[in-house]
């Protein structure tokens, strides 16, 4: 059975950082790249992120392109989302996803076959 338990998110003001992580269980992130996504309410889901299984390629979208980092712990089997300099805007329910991407590309997968449950982030003063 596979899983994806996010964990980290909550209350945080504005500037303020904060880490999400993303365990995987069932799967193994030397095989499968990992993907960022986050919706905000009345807003269409967004895909922030992502890192490749192999070599730990990265791409990040605009919106958070120098805010947040992306990183995975291939012993923990752990993929965390470093986010800083939060801003109101970037409040979401934030979810990891797992696809079979290309292993060494820095191209998202083009689908995902696994979703964690989401996280609440809040940014606010």
């Known amino acids: 059975q596979v899983q994806l338990v996010e964990s980290g998110g909550g209350l945080v003001q504005p500037g303020g950082s904060l880490r999400l992580s993303c365990t995987a269980s069932?799967?193994?992130?030397?095989?499968?790249?990992i993907g960022w996504f986050r919706q905000a309410p009345g807003k269409e889901r967004e895909e922030i992120s992502c890192?490749?299984?192999?070599?730990?390629?990265?791409y990040s979208a605009a919106s958070v392109k120098g805010r947040f980092t992306t990183s995975t712990d291939h012993a923990k089997n752990t993929v965390y989302l470093q986010m800083n300099s939060l801003n109101p805007w970037d409040t979401a329910v934030y979810y990891c996803?797992?696809?079979?991407?290309?292993?060494?590309?820095?191209?998202?997968?083009?689908?995902?076959?696994?979703w964690g449950q989401g996280i609440q982030v809040t940014v606010s003063s």
């Open positions: 996803a797992a696809g079979l991407g290309a292993p060494y590309s820095s191209s998202c997968p083009p689908s995902y076959d696994y």
């Open positions: 069932g799967v193994t992130l030397d095989d499968y790249a």
């Open positions: 890192i490749s299984s192999r070599n730990d390629n990265t």
